[in-house]
């Protein structure tokens, strides 16, 4: 259990680096051009503008425009064309490389997390490391997420109950 828990410790940390580096990449790019988006409508009265980030919302947002059709064209060419400089600004930077490698980071937590749901502790030590792990994940996913580690503090109490004959 320790030799799995030393290794949980290192793909955590790895996963925490390439999810810091991706949205250090994220945040340069955002800096320097914002998202891609197109200005649909300006706010009047107090309203705020409306952005289309996707030909989906484009379409939405132009329902019932009296230039709709003249004007959908143009905004979704407008839009593609931001899509594609985000998109080159992302391979020169490596953001696609660094999502990829961040995804690969964290199922390796998954996995790891799910062998230390099903490897019996066989000491008090083993249990703490399952404890630990499932505080790890709670500090990880933060106060809003809702799905708690429930099956590995399970499985701990499980392996508790072994050990003591309860």
């Known amino acids: 259990m320790l030799a799995l828990w030393q290794e949980w410790c290192t793909a955590l940390k790895d996963a925490r680096a390439k999810e810091t580096e991706r949205r250090r990449i994220e945040r340069e790019m955002v800096a320097r051009f914002g998202y891609p988006r ?3 409508a300006r706010g009047a009265g107090g309203r705020r503008d409306i952005y289309a980030t996707t030909e989906r919302d484009v379409t939405r947002a132009l329902v019932g425009a009296a230039d709709a059709k003249e004007r959908y064209g143009r905004l979704v060419a407008d839009l593609d064309q931001q899509q594609e400089r985000w998109d080159m600004e992302a391979q020169r930077l490596g953001l696609d ?16 997390t799910a062998r230390a749901e099903h490897v019996p502790a066989r000491s008090l030590r083993g249990i703490v490391v399952k404890l630990t792990v499932a505080v790890a994940l709670r500090e990880t996913y933060g106060a809003e997420e809702t799905e708690f580690p429930w099956p590995i503090l399970g499985a701990a109490l499980k392996d508790l109950q072994t050990m003591t004959g309860a």
């Open 38 to 40: 197109v200005l649909v």
């Open 97 to 112: 490389v660094m999502e990829r490698e961040e995804d690969a980071a964290w199922k390796r937590v998954d996995v790891l």
